[in-house]
């Protein structure tokens, strides 16, 4: 939060100008190279202005055409295939501690996701390798639950959900699942429709709320897209949002285990022990399917071919790395 006016700052960049707080943002704010701040090896390379008045569409543009914006963040993956078009800009791809699920309605009165088996069956039913292909354009990878390979805490026991439609049309009948209902936002909307396509095929009518967040009881998966900006502790950013009492995308009853395993994770200090209970999280995450298991999408930019552009694996915009090409 930039909320007065510069110049002043502490860490690699100070603020020159504007303000940028959760309410307000100045039409222009400028980071500039912190000469005085105290780590020499890590030195900001360039002054970086913020423009928050273009459009995001207009932004893109300019970059295609070499003309007065340089980056452009959080692309959808349609826009970065425009932007692979232009002979002045390329789209620097990073796979980053993202991940796309599908959240389970299990809190509405009878609801059917309560049965472990059924949200089995639902993860079954999805084609992933068509729904990044045809839904995320092909921008990210798949993984096989909340923690990506090469990261802290990852479990290489654990396999992705198999594509098996004969097997989940067998129990999702059984349970008289004719129609469901996926929310996500426009964002995802190639998503959707790719997962529409998987659960059609095993007999289950799919209805799109294109609205971004479920309302009332009357839906059952929510896509939901969110990523981990710790540096080690995914535990508290990620599995806490999905499962935990506070989590902010929880829509399950109370669950004892992860509770349990959530009270060790707080009381250990090591990494080593640590990355062995991120492992156990997953897997009892992954065991008990308590979420549709996707994808984990590419953060992408629209980036000038002027400029060296270095992504965070965390997805912030650290621009410490990042400037002007010699």
Known sequence: MIDA???????????????????????VVTLAPNKNYWNKDRMAKATFKFDNVISKQEAIEEVMKGGKMHIVTELLPQEAKQVEKSKHAKVVKNDAKTILVGVFNQNSPNSKWTDVNLRKAANLAVDRKAVLKDGGMGYGTIHPSFIQKGQFGYNSSLKPYGHKPDEAKKALNAAGVKEIT????????????????NFEAVGVKVNKDMSGAPKGDKWDIWLVEHFDGSPNYPMGVVFREF???????????????????????LATTGDKEQGKLMQEMDKYVYDNANVLFLCSPAKLYAVSNKVNFVPYDTTVLE????????
């Open 5 to 27: 006016a510069g110049p002043w700052g502490t860490g690699p960049f100070e603020v020159k100008d504007g303000t940028s707080t959760l309410e307000k943002r100045a039409p």
């Open 182 to 197: 996926i929310v996500a936002g426009e964002g995802h909307k190639g998503v959707v429709d790719a997962l529409a396509k």
């Open 243 to 265: 499962f935990g009492d506070s989590g902010g995308f929880r829509k399950m009853k109370n669950d004892t285990k992860f509770e349990g395993l959530q009270t060790k994770v």
């Open 319 to 326: 621009l410490v790395e990042s400037g002007w090409k010699k």
